[in-house]
């Protein structure tokens, strides 16, 4: 085990050394002046020149980002030049925000994908399957915007069961903080919906055809349990890894809702940094998110093992 | 209670983004992205009412003065304002901070830092520059020397006094920021009187210097500060001024909180607090007023103006208009074939057809048609030689340009806003009835600012130019300034100097009827008409055009997006 999380470790430095550096790069390539962006056009040539020399813009990149990741290994994610906020309080302020809102959006993915991948999976071809797929496929075929605009305008605005936009923190009321997060969790998650519910019913259909679940039919198990005694589990795999990539879909997904929905999270916050050129910002957020997503594949792999269990002998050293 | 419409989304509400990203104001007014409008600050020289000042000048022109509709208001002299409740303030975007000194601000940060902080000088109802935090502020026979009185007995709202050495220190700040010095770049020397009397002395003459401490777009100047804050690294995250309202919390992204200031020098205010929630998608921030999450929002959508017009008439919303902000512009590089030709760019001005721009836009009645930098209904309007729509006209100067020179072949430059995209391709399908061909190029606003501040573009949508105070274009039109068309005018650079250095305001008019003159001959730029926001407020939101000036008259509450809510009040 020690030794599988020290692999794990030094991959997920590996990864973060190549995106950090990766996004350092890509934004010296952004197109527009970062101490423009700062200072604005009027700004004396002097000044910018000053500038640029403060922020160390005229060394040359790999330079930049040793410094910076120097800075970085000891906790100092660096300060914002724009909004001079230390980059750490800034992202502890929105973390639990976007952690909130993707987990949650996990959660009713799958609550809605299993069943409706179970139902159709259960009589592939039959009407409720046909209807059950037309549904995923507008879900898939759907904008975000549109939904998270239309949940909005029916569900906030028409009915006003919820806020239409804001946060409350879970500490100052659990309700109001799944209230707030609901419709903008609901918006994140359909999409995903309809890739579980696909690749789960896929699954299951093969599954359903294995020796070992006619085996237990002729044991007279009832359907009931053949499912979710039997198939679900080998039939999971796909979805896990599913659930662990699509996290870095979510992820980008938060930059449209945390905006329709003025969540103050981090995805608004990578999405303001990239606009204003603000390096420093999306260097620390680009960590957050690189590790985020790290974390979270790790995850999936042990949850591989766990629904596997010869992908756990074969990761056994002989 | 307020019943509302359900929102949908329009199209006429991308207006406000073309109003926002797409005209790049942040270019000339600041670099915030969210940057929509400008200054309409007008006038000269300031002597409070009650003061016995000698100012170079006082008389002051009305400019684009305030047009008000009828929401509800404390005029009805039977509504007694009532105390208590906080109003929560819809905002289009976050500010990197509140220091004046060093933030650059849109709407949003204008807005909130009218309830931190209070400025010098303001605005009165006809748009004429008076003392605000000052007593009076006097220039000399040549407007070489100024001198600014302050009020006695005002504290910032961490107790230190606002004296002389504290807006000494205010100026300090902005000489330093290389953001803002531009806008002091005339004051040479500031000597401290006595405590409440400060002595600018100025490079040159500079009558029009009051302008510029009203706090407008791109002019943070006046907004004065807590030393103790300008003196803090990060004193912009805690904002301290002596505005109606003191700084409780700031969660970017979030919220932004005010709280009553009960020793606030013009009494306290009525409301007990503010919560500026900043909300920048523009369909979001309609949705949250629709839906009663928030109380006021403005927008400068004229579809969205005229559809709360009705419910207004219900009784359900109050929306009230303010002075129309800087006009909307195609700006050409005049530098630039074939721009450089001026039969060129007066053929395209002349092939706009405008009813047909405000058909689009859902504007018709609410934007209003420009021939120049200033709407017809300012004091410093002149009529000019730009041209009126004709076709006919038009074809035959793009036809002699092409048989003398080439086809007519340039890039349009726009935001990346679908519906930008397709304003700028009505422009592109006019111009192709006279045969000059126009390739459409979507940019970031970033890339489109670099391009500009570069000399990268040929035809561009832009703001941030004329609607305001001439001297305020002083770097848009004058050679020595960013000039970002490149027309260059010996006449025009006398004008902008001789506008700037006199007070009398019929004198200035003189100089800048010139300026417009060249500009209506010359066209370096299409003048698509004004800019007009509306403030949407909730049924019971009062007073939101009731801002009062400290000797008790009418200010100007309302100034493109941006307003003062001293004054508003919740009914009960």
């Known amino acids: ?318 | 209670m307020v019943t509302r419409s359900h929102p949908s989304r329009r199209r006429g509400i991308a207006v406000a983004l073309l109003a926002s990203a797409g005209l790049l104001l942040a270019a000339c007014g600041g670099n915030d992205p969210s940057a929509t409008t400008e200054d309409t600050a007008t006038a000269t020289t300031v002597a409070d009412a009650g003061s016995d000042t000698t100012a170079p000048a006082d008389t002051t022109p009305a400019s684009t003065a305030p047009v008000f509709t009828n929401p509800p208001t404390t005029v009805n002299e039977e509504i007694v304002p009532v105390s208590g409740g906080t109003l929560v303030v819809g905002i289009e975007g976050e500010s990197s901070g509140y220091n004046p000194t060093v933030d650059p601000w849109s709407n949003a940060g204008h807005n909130v830092a009218k309830a931190i902080f209070d400025p010098l000088a303001a605005a009165d109802a006809e748009g004429k520059v008076v003392p605000y935090l000052a007593e009076s502020i006097t220039g000399n026979d040549d407007a070489t020397v100024w001198t600014i009185v302050l009020r006695p007995d005002i504290v910032f709202h961490n107790g230190e006094p606002l004296n002389a050495e504290a807006v000494r220190l205010n100026f300090q700040a902005v000489l330093d920021s290389a953001q803002y010095k531009d806008q002091l770049s005339l004051l040479a020397g500031m000597t401290v009187v006595d405590d409440l009397t400060l002595e600018l002395t100025m490079s040159s003459p500079w009558g029009t210097f009051p302008n510029v401490l009203t706090g407008v777009i791109g002019s943070q100047v006046g907004y004065m500060a807590a030393p103790a804050m300008l003196a803090s690294p990060d004193g912009g995250r805690s904002p301290i001024g002596t505005g109606p309202f003191v700084f409780s919390e700031w969660i970017p992204d979030d919220h932004l909180t005010v709280t009553r200031n009960d020793d606030y020098w013009q009494g306290a205010p009525y409301l007990d607090g503010i919560e500026f929630r900043p909300i920048s998608d523009s369909t979001a921030r309609k949705a949250a007023f629709d839906g009663g999450d928030i109380d006021v929002y403005y927008t400068g959508s004229s579809s969205e103006i005229t559809e709360y017009f009705v419910q207004q008439e219900a009784g359900e919303v109050g929306v009230t208009i303010g002075a129309p902000s800087e006009p909307d512009v195609v700006m050409f590089n005049t530098a630039a074939a074939p721009l450089d030709d001026v039969r060129v760019r007066r053929a395209l001005a002349m092939s706009v057809d405008i009813p047909r721009l405000y058909d689009y836009l859902e504007a018709t009645g609410v934007k209003q048609p420009m021939t120049g930098p200033y709407a017809d209904t300012s004091f410093w309007f002149t009529e000019s030689d730009y041209p009126d729509y004709d076709l006919a006209e038009a074809t035959a100067l793009i036809d002699e340009y092409e048989a003398e020179v080439g086809p007519v072949v340039f890039d349009f430059a726009g935001g990346q806003d679908p519906f930008i995209v397709s304003y700028q391709e009505l422009f592109q399908s006019m111009w192709s009835e006279i045969g000059a061909e126009a390739n459409i190029v979507s940019r970031a606003q970033s890339e489109n600012i670099d391009a500009v501040v570069n000399d990268a573009f040929q035809v561009i949508l832009w703001g941030g130019i004329g609607g305001g105070d001439p001297d305020a274009d002083y770097t848009q039109f004058h050679s020595g300034g960013l000039n970002f068309t490149n027309f260059t005018s010996p006449e025009i650079d006398a004008a902008m100097d001789a506008g700037r250095a006199l007070s009398d305001p019929e004198a200035r008019k003189e100089q800048y009827a010139i300026v417009q003159t060249i500009l209506g001959e010359q066209v370096p730029y299409i003048w698509t008409g004004t800019n007009q926001f509306g403030v949407i407020t909730a049924a019971d939101v009062r007073g939101i055009a009731d801002f009062t000036l400290p000797d008790g008259s009418a200010g100007q509450p309302i100034d493109g997006g941006r307003f003062y809510l001293k004054d508003v009040w919740l009914d009960a």
């Open chain 1, 1 to 318: 085990m020690t030794r599988v999380l020290a692999s794990r470790l030094a991959r997920l430095l590996a990864v973060l050394i190549a995106v950090t550096f990766a996004s350092f790069s890509m934004v010296s390539l952004l197109p527009g002046d970062t101490v423009t962006a700062v200072l604005g056009a009027r700004a004396s040539e002097e000044d910018k020149a000053a500038a640029r020399e403060e922020l160390h813009l005229d060394d040359p990149l790999p330079v930049r980002y040793v410094q910076w990741a120097g800075d970085a290994v000891q906790g100092d994610l660096g300060t914002s030049f724009r909004t001079r906020q230390p980059v750490t309080e800034a992202i502890g302020q929105r973390i639990w925000v976007t952690l909130e809102l993707v987990l949650i959006s996990q959660l009713i993915a799958l609550l809605l994908a299993v069943p409706m991948a179970i139902f159709g999976a259960l009589r592939p071809g039959s009407w409720l399957d046909r209807i059950l797929s037309g549904t995923q496929l507008a879900m898939l075929a759907t904008p975000g915007y549109l939904v998270a605009v239309g949940l909005m305008a029916i569900f906030a605005v028409q009915l006003g069961w919820f806020d239409t936009t804001g946060y409350t923190p879970f500490g100052e009321s659990p309700f109001e903080n799944l209230k707030s997060l609901l419709l903008p969790s609901i918006a994140l998650a359909l999409e995903q919906v309809a890739l579980y519910a696909r690749v789960l019913r896929t699954d299951l259909v093969n599954t359903f055809d294995m020796d070992f679940i006619w085996f237990a039919r002729a044991k007279g198990n009832t359907t009931r349990r053949i499912v979710l005694r039997h198939a679900l589990r080998p039939s999971s795999i796909g979805v896990v890894t599913l659930t662990g990539i699509s996290v870095g879909r979510m992820i980008g997904g938060t930059v449209l809702v945390e905006t329709i929905f003025a969540l103050p999270g981090l995805g608004r916050f990578t999405i303001d940094a990239i606009n204003n050129r603000d390096f420093v910002s999306l260097q620390g957020a680009v960590v957050v998110l690189t590790v985020g997503f790290v974390l979270v594949n790790f995850l999936a792999d042990v949850m591989h093992g766990i629904l596997d269990p010869r992908i756990r002998h074969q990761a056994r050293p002989t």
